[in-house]
């Protein structure tokens, strides 16, 4: 899987791109982003980062940023396409998490 450090926050944390997957200091953040256009909180966000263009989870992203995460997320799934084991093992959770969503489970 792919990785990729993202940048470190004021406070020293890594944010970094592992497979699928945001973490910030190794402690699972987000699964993808949201456009701060977007975002219930959108005036707050650009009140304290105005460059901001993207959320990974709690943590504001500039254009640049958030490239890099959605860059590594495209080499991530090129790999997993290229495995039919990682291919099946996705089949597999989505199946698991329909029959969750429906009640069946």
Do not use: C, Y
């Amino acid at each position: 899987m792919a990785r990729a450090l993202v940048k470190i926050t004021q406070d020293g944390r890594k944010l970094e791109v592992n497979g699928l997957a945001v973490t910030l200091d190794g402690k699972l953040e987000a699964v993808d982003l949201m456009e701060v256009t977007i975002h219930p909180n959108r005036s707050a966000i650009i009140a304290v980062m105005p460059e901001a263009t993207h959320m990974a989870g709690r943590v504001a992203l500039t254009r640049e940023e958030a490239q890099i995460v959605l860059d590594t997320f495209k080499e991530t799934e090129a790999e997993i396409l290229a495995n039919p084991v990682a291919i099946q093992e996705r089949f597999r959770i989505a199946a698991t998490h329909r029959a969750r969503t429906e009640g069946i489970e």
